[in-house]
């Protein structure tokens, strides 16, 4: 059963430390999305990649957040130093190829990772 | 720029019909998609239209109108399983010309009995 798998699922961390936040893609897939998901402002995108490369992150705050594929089957967001505001669910979503031939854009989440900055 | 608009909040009864609407402005747009988030959980792909018309999958419909940048969706026989959260999403092509999916702020259903 392939699925997209995010870790961890909750944490809970202080003022000024670092985050690390990993997603496993489905296999073949490759498009990876990061999203943030928060009751005032929804599902934002952050950052998206084909083929492992960066394509757009304009979505993320740059001082403090990155986004990597260090391989096709890990992508990452970090957060250094991370702040109460980024408090919110992150989401990972995997997809085939968006300009193929009859694409959907159908996208696969994630469970989702939930911090909490205190 | 870009954006979606869709209602924050609708409330429906079982077993009635209920449509959600969606707006949206974007250059290079494909297509727009649905999907479903239960509290707590991962949004989950409903259904996508690419081209004008309606796409019927069991109760859910979806319509997109590509003139008029809109669409909706369509729940019907409503069931209580169905109160959730449902977003719409527009593929479209992103400032440095690759294709993206950005989502609506979700409309939050509430069945009630």
């Known amino acids: 059963d392939a699925r997209v798998t995010q870790t961890p699922r909750h944490k809970v961390t202080e003022m000024g430390q670092e985050v690390t936040m990993r997603c496993q893609p489905i296999?073949?897939?490759?498009?990876v999305f990061w999203y943030r998901q928060t009751m005032m402002q929804g599902l934002e995108l952050l950052a998206y990649?084909?083929?492992?490369?960066?394509?757009?992150d304009s979505g993320m705050p740059k001082d403090r957040f990155s986004a990597e594929m260090p391989d096709a089957t890990l992508a990452t967001l970090k957060i250094q130093p991370s702040e109460p505001r980024d408090s919110a669910v992150y989401f990972c979503a995997s997809g085939p190829h968006l300009g193929g031939t009859g694409a959907t854009g159908e996208l696969f989440f994630g469970e989702g990772s939930r911090l909490t900055v205190l | 720029g870009q954006s979606l608009e869709q209602p924050s909040e609708v409330t429906a009864v079982e077993g009635a019909i209920v449509q959600i609407n969606c707006t949206y402005q974007t250059s290079g747009f494909y297509g727009l998609s649905w999907y479903q988030q239960h509290d707590g959980g991962a949004p989950t792909f409903l259904s996508y239209n690419g081209l004008d018309g309606l796409e019927e999958t069991g109760r859910f419909s979806s319509f997109l109108s590509r003139s008029d940048s809109y669409g909706y969706l369509l729940l019907q026989e409503l069931q209580m399983k169905d109160s959730a959260s449902y977003f719409c999403a527009v593929r479209d092509r992103g400032s440095g010309g690759y294709q993206k999916v950005t989502f609506g702020i979700g409309t939050k259903l509430q069945v009630i009995p």
């Open positions: 296999l073949g897939h490759n498009t």
């Open positions: 990649f084909r083929n492992r490369a960066p394509l757009d």
